[in-house]
């Protein structure tokens, strides 16, 4: 069993196997590839080394795929229980307005447990979201290093499981996982247990020891920081993993400085090391390795999407080529078609003749002109009944906005969100709010379109920074038309 697991500038390799309900690990190897997979597998030498360089790895062909890269876009969403087309076509709805997402991007979802709303129980899930260009680029890379890819995961979703399975998320505790490198720190916040926010930041990979130190160690304590002033659940614990050498230094001066316990990760019971010790390194890959251990009823699987995305284009390029043999074929039928009508054009000109000649009697004439006269009375008719439902139509669609509609938006609004601006124009009310809490916007929007009085409720802007979130919700009353 072959996992892979892509970063931005490096290619880990983890070869295992499963017997008797363990995974063990034989081997494992990380490549820097100094550059993305692509741009470094464009070149023909280093697609040469690099092809020489798995094979003597391992012979094993099939691959399983941990895609831990910035191309990949998170979000955590809360959905009700339903079929999977139906939450494909509701998740796909929220991050095109969310994220400005084109039809272009892949999308999947992991269900991670349950969350109750309004007294009902509903969907947590993580999902999951790339531009199909990307994932093309890595597995058409990958098959030409003769790897056939069988499944797709995320780094996210890889460590997540690992949490879990190694029991690091406790229900009772707020606990903050950090992904420590040389060149960046990606953290990990789950609070009471669950999945409940990400981060990364760049490190300048430059720098003296003591500076990189300081400079890892400040993306954690503001992760604290956020933890605490954005909930009631504090972090209670810090468990660090990764690539960078100075993890237990970085354990120390964070448990001396936060006065947090933080700790190096340890390997999971169900995994065990064939020549090499535990590496903190291995965690994203280990998690995909494991995600038959997660019984989860539905785990993220990029290919699925992308394989359905990639036959749709197929489809329509074989169509197209249909299409030009039969406007081809359609060419020499119409030619037939045409020396056809000429012969039966030429039988029927006696008739035509006698046709004309009837038609130009001036009875006739006078009976046409009549009949004329007529049609264009019954449409100015129609003209005159068409402008008047008009009118009506616009009357009816007038929107009226009261009082009592602003003192319900008001009083639905969570404390966590701090009206800054409100403006109405053409049937358009349009809300800005400031909030530390992201995880309020969507419920929120969510009661607004409940409401009567309201067509539809949209984002118009949503941006975050350090300081906080600023989005800009669009609510369309009720037979109005926005502008």
Known sequence: MLILELRDTTLQLILADHRLGKYRIKKAMTLDLGESLKGYGSVAENLTHLSKTIKYFTQERNTVLCLNTSTVIYRDMIAPKASSKYLNTLIRHELTYALNLSPDYLLDYTILGEAE?????????????????????????????????????????????????????????????????????????????RYAFNRSTKLNATT???????????????????????????????????????????SHELTAHLEIPTQVINSLSAVSFKTQAFDPDLIAGIGTLVSAKSKRKK??????????????????????????LLSFGLLYLSAFAFLFMNIRANLLVAQ?????????????????????????????????????????????????????????????????????GIGYSNALLSLSFETNNPALIYPYVLELEALEGFDEVSYQSYTCTDDGCLVTIDVTLQGGIAQ
């Open 117 to 193: 709303k309004n007294g009902k129980k509903q969907h947590k899930l993580l999902v999951t979201t790339l531009p199909a260009q990307a994932l093309q680029d890595v597995v058409e890379t990958l098959s030409k290093l003769d790897l056939n890819v069988t499944a797709i995961d995320t780094g996210l979703n890889a460590v997540i499981k690992y949490g879990d399975l190694a029991k690091l998320t406790p229900a009772d505790k707020t606990v903050l996982l950090a992904d420590v490198s040389s060149t960046a720190v990606r953290q990990y916040l789950f609070e009471q247990g």
């Open 208 to 250: 003296a020891f003591a500076e990189t130190i300081l400079e890892t160690l400040d993306p954690i304590e503001k992760m604290v920081q956020f933890a605490a002033n954005a909930s009631s659940h504090p972090v209670d614990e810090i468990t660090l993993f990764g690539s960078s050498a100075d993890l237990e230094h970085i």
């Open 299 to 324: 785990d993220i699987n990029l290919l699925i999407p992308y394989n359905l995305y990639f036959n749709q284009q197929r489809a329509l390029v074989d169509l197209n080529r249909m299409h030009k």
């Open 352 to 420: 035509i003749d006698a046709a004309k000649a009837y038609l130009n009697q001036e009875e006739i004439k006078s009976t046409l002109g009549e009949i004329e006269s007529m049609r264009t009375d019954i449409g100015l008719i129609q003209q005159i009944k068409a402008e008047i439902d008009s009118i009506q139509t616009v009357l009816d669609r007038i929107p009226r906005l009261n009082g009592l509609q602003i003192t319900t938006i008001l009083d639905l609004k969570p404390a966590g969100l701090r009206l800054v």
